[in-house]
């Protein structure tokens, strides 16, 4: 390969004797290409991390159901597949019991800390900034979560906030910030 390269640019000059190589371009010139090529690739570069960047988004925060004080933090990854359609993950960690519901107590005391995946599908709605999500499979071994609907929202600052449907009362909160990985 390097010999085609080569060939490419030098040329072989018939002396007396024997062939003498004798460089097809000039050096000025390939320079010159050289420069123009980088021009060319430079922005197509320059454009890649954002591209990449944009297509997954990382979001940390918490969740909480109105008038309990539950909560569960969570780390969530939106990755944008085609047109509005995206695909994600929650990891959940268990936190705080609901202290106004004896039953809470006694089945989460000792989780603290748990954790768990919650896989979720949906769209992306560009006009309002709006995520339509539906938790549909869950890896969870100590069962401290239930897959769940979400109409989350970015403001302004690309943060989340939105309602859960948990188990139906649409009472459940979330509220996160986005995570922004600069130090590439």
Not at 34 to 58: E, G, N, R
Not at 72 to 77: A, G, K, P
Not at 89 to 96: D, L
Request: overall charge negative; aromatic content about 16%.
């Amino acid at each position: 390969m390097r010999n085609a390269m080569m060939g490419f640019f030098f040329r072989n000059i018939k002396t007396e004797n024997n062939y003498l190589s004798q460089p097809f371009v000039s050096t000025q010139n390939f320079l010159q290409m050289k420069q123009s090529i980088l021009l060319l690739i430079f922005p197509v570069w320059l454009c890649l991390p954002d591209q990449i960047s944009a297509q997954i988004k990382h979001f940390k925060g918490d969740w909480t159901k109105d008038g309990t004080t539950y909560l569960f933090d969570f780390d969530l990854y939106i990755k944008h597949i085609d047109g509005d359609a995206v695909e994600g993950v929650f990891n959940w960690t268990y936190k705080q019991y609901d202290e106004n519901d004896p039953w809470s107590k006694d089945y989460y005391e000792e989780k603290k800390d748990a954790t768990a995946k919650e896989y979720v599908r949906g769209k992306y709605d560009a006009k309002t900034k709006t995520y339509y999500l539906h938790g549909y499979k869950k890896d969870d071994p100590q069962q401290i979560i239930a897959p769940d609907d979400y109409i989350l929202i970015l403001d302004k600052n690309d943060n989340i906030g939105g309602d859960t449907k948990a188990q139906g009362s649409w009472e459940g909160r979330i509220n996160g910030k986005v995570v922004r990985d600069d130090a590439a």
